[in-house]
């Protein structure tokens, strides 16, 4: 990605390319775009299946620029941490500093990273409390001693654990007992930099880099121990990870990089089982105004800042709503528990599509609600919004 001035603010104003391709490829297959964050060059896309909303909550995203004193962003890390049904997940993307003499430097970053996700002044705990931290990127470790020949001989040979005893990661492993914890799958694929653009084959300019995996995916699982197989099991609680895959993709030349990608298999025992927000349409929705029902969970806090949204099954991210409706604003009743609220439904053009009901909480800046798919009966039609009220955006 470009990581130049003009692009840095270029990213403020419009949505980046990334996160537009994959919205459209995966909203078929019932994904939505939970969250994202982006420094310069780094972006960090988190989406879910739409029945998994109401239980991730995001806690925070955060940047760590590490490149220029600290200040540029063109190296670092980038950061989503959330709440998968009561579990504490942390997804770092990172670029650490290139070339074969500045491993000391790569470590270095690598730990002020880490050190610079603990948020002080909320109740998230030390990221290294959390249940699970996912970090990959580009972290350019390298590969000692062995010259270029003998590295492109075992790559050709597939000699791979060759290589291995002399991958800068696996030796800082060998010796920091923290990225110890980090696992990681084994490296059956050839090293992933650096290639000539639009081919496959290893750099050939002047400079003729040394091969290297320099793009990898680590995970780190709370009270984890350090050795075993890929499959973790945290002893304190019901929650299960196994990699099912680790590869590279050779086919792709665009890049002087090729592209890493990990499978795993989540299994765990949900911590929170009941939304804080159930969503019933009541009855068939044919006419102007229509009636909504919820019941909130004697724990949730409501805002006047919270609404709901009316989507159509497939939408691509929360702001994607055909109407919405303020819960304070249109309230019609209201108890303890149960609410309802009407909605104007005469925006939403004559269709046999299916549709989703889904509660924002501003405070939680989540989706807390989701209502099973209904079909609306062909009788509205779309109309602008005569007040020209402001839309929710998040």
């Not at 909320?122 to 990959?136: A, E, G, M, Q």
């Not at 939403?348 to 009966?377: A, M, W």
Request: with cysteine; aromatic share 12%.
């Amino acid at each position: 990605m470009n990581c130049g001035i003009m692009s840095l603010l270029s990213d403020t104003a419009f949505e980046d390319p990334w996160s537009s391709f994959f919205m459209d490829v995966l909203s078929p297959l019932s994904f939505v775009k939970v969250s994202s964050v982006r420094m310069q060059g780094l972006l960090l896309l988190v989406f879910a299946k739409y029945q998994h909303l109401p239980f991730i909550q995001i806690l925070s995203t955060k940047s760590t620029p590490t490149g220029l004193f600290g200040y540029w962003g063109n190296k670092g890390g980038v950061n989503i941490c959330l709440k998968l049904y009561g579990y504490y997940v942390s997804i770092i993307n990172c670029h650490l500093p290139p070339h074969m003499a500045n491993n000391v430097q790569r470590l270095e970053h690598f730990d002020r990273i880490l050190e610079m996700q603990n948020i002080e002044g909320h109740s998230i705990p030390n990221i290294l409390d959390h249940d699970l931290i996912l970090w990959f990127g580009d972290m350019n470790f390298r590969i000692e001693d062995l010259g270029l020949h003998c590295v492109r001989e075992a790559i050709k040979n597939r000699c791979y654990c060759d290589l291995w005893q002399k991958d800068q990661l696996s030796i800082a492993k060998r010796r920091d007992p923290l990225l110890r914890e980090f696992q990681e799958g084994p490296l059956l694929f050839p090293p992933t930099y650096k290639f000539d653009k639009n081919s496959d084959n290893y750099d050939t300019s002047e400079k003729k880099r040394k091969p290297a995996w320099t793009d990898r995916i680590l995970w780190r699982l709370k009270r984890q121990p350090p050795t075993g197989s890929h499959t973790r099991r945290l002893p304190a609680s019901d929650f299960y990870l196994s990699l099912k895959s680790y590869i590279s993709h050779m086919m792709y030349t665009v890049s002087d990089h090729k592209p890493v990608t990990g499978t795993f298999d989540m299994e765990l025992k949900p911590l929170v089982c009941v939304p804080l927000i159930t969503l019933v349409p009541e009855g068939l929705w044919t006419t102007e105004d229509m009636l909504i029902s919820y019941f909130l969970t004697p724990d949730f806090i409501s805002s006047s800042w919270d609404w709901i949204g009316l989507y159509k099954v497939g939408f691509r991210h929360i702001n994607d709503y055909v109407c919405y409706v303020w819960v304070k604003d249109n309230e019609v009743s209201f108890s303890d528990e149960l609410n309802q609220v009407y909605i104007n439904i005469s925006d939403i053009p004559e269709t046999k599509d299916q549709f989703l009901l889904c509660y924002y909480s501003n405070n939680l800046r989540s989706v807390v609600g989701i209502s099973n798919p209904f079909e609306i009966q062909p009788h509205a039609f779309l109309e602008k919004d005569p007040l020209g009220e402001a839309q929710p955006q998040i």
